[in-house]
């Protein structure tokens, strides 16, 4: 099986900075895409952004310029250095990724971790 497990969230004021990370584990032989959405209370998940394993990125607009995904593909880890926070960034942040988990498969697997809480207030 794969696990993704996230960490970073917590409480910060507006304009403040988190980082989060998300470490894969578990039959992995590689990643292609790993991405964070969000949920916010009485909303539907989004995307926040996604990278792949080349290392090409794309923003959900309401982010672009305030946050930075990167991945350590050594590490299996993908992680979300988010700036400038505001209070609409107030939600639940996960992490998904396809993961391929033999050498002798081609397929892809989807993968997503349990949630880690951004709250954005003063």
């Known amino acids: 099986q794969v696990r993704l497990v996230e960490t970073g969230g917590d409480l910060v004021q507006p304009g403040g900075s988190l980082r989060l990370s998300c470490a894969a584990s578990g039959s992995i032989f590689s990643i292609n895409a790993m991405g964070w959405y969000r949920q916010a209370p009485g909303k539907q998940r989004e995307l926040v952004a996604t990278?792949?394993?080349?290392?090409?990125?794309n923003y959900a607009d309401s982010v672009k310029d305030r946050f930075t995904i990167s991945r350590d593909n050594a590490k299996n880890t993908v992680y979300l250095q988010m700036n400038s926070l505001k209070p609409e960034d107030t939600a639940v942040y996960y992490c998904?990724?396809?993961?391929?988990?033999?050498?002798?498969?081609?397929?892809?697997?989807?993968?997503w971790g349990q949630g880690t809480q951004v709250t954005v207030s003063s």
């Open positions: 990278i792949t394993s080349g290392g090409t990125t």
């Open positions: 998904n990724a396809d993961v391929r988990r033999a050498w002798n498969s081609g397929t892809y697997y989807n993968y």
